[in-house]
């Protein structure tokens, strides 16, 4: 069964450090989005890439978050620097691109203390 | 810009009865609606979709039907049982990205 993979799925760290979380997409998945939740609230779209180019990223705050595809296999969202109000679960979700839907990996819940 | 409104926010329904959530959507361009089921601590998993030459689409307990003149889909669950408690999301595709409601939190009352 094809999954989405995310890691780190916790993680644990101070104010002002540096994260790094990094998604697997489906292969053969050309599209892939990175969430935010919080408190089982709404998804919150932050970026999404296509054939690895961005397309949207207007949901991110740009100061301090920046997401990348350095390949096909590979997806990373880096908060630099952390602050405690990005203590969330961060999703990946990866899709085709076309009118199937899209497949979310478990998530990375992210403490910032 | 793109929306998709979703109600209601909360539900609770009797063990054995029906529950319908309701999802509106904004872009007359959206050809396809999925539904996520999100229980607690766990990634959204898709439980049905529709596109939008179809007006209705069952799985077992579970139905979806699309109004695209109103712009209107909903997510309809017969017979509910305890562990259909969770959230549940409606979505719309846009232009390569999914606009998502906001949620309702289904409980199911044994």
């Known amino acids: 069964d094809a999954r989405v993979t995310q890691t780190p799925r916790h993680k644990v760290t101070e104010m002002g450090q540096e994260v790094t979380m990094r998604c697997q997409p489906i292969l053969g998945h050309n599209t892939v989005f990175w969430y935010r939740q919080t408190m089982m609230q709404g998804l919150e779209l932050l970026a999404y890439f296509r054939n690895r180019a961005p397309l949207d990223d207007s949901g991110m705050p740009k100061d301090r978050f920046s997401a990348e595809m350095p390949d096909a296999t590979l997806a990373t969202l880096k908060i630099q620097p952390s602050e405690p109000r990005d203590s969330a679960v961060y999703f990946c979700?990866?899709?085709?691109?076309?009118?199937?839907?899209?497949?979310f990996g478990d998530g990375t819940r992210l403490s910032i203390l | 810009g793109e929306n998709v409104e979703q109600h209601p926010s909360t539900l609770s329904v009797q063990e054995g009865d029906s529950a319908v959530i309701k999802c509106t959507y904004s872009?007359?361009?959206?050809?396809?609606f999925p539904w996520y089921k999100q229980e607690l601590g766990k990634r959204p998993q898709l439980i049905i979709d529709i596109r939008s030459n179809v007006g209705e689409k069952k799985d077992q307990r579970i139905a979806v039907t699309l109004n695209k003149t109103a712009k209107h889909f909903s997510l309809h669950i017969t017979e509910t049982q305890p562990e259909d408690s969770a959230v549940y999301f409606c979505a719309a595709l846009g232009t390569y990205k999914y606009i998502f409601g906001t949620g309702t939190r289904l409980k199911v009352l044994a």
């Open positions: 872009d007359s361009a959206s050809n396809y």
């Open positions: 979700a990866s899709g085709t691109g076309d009118v199937q839907p899209q497949h």
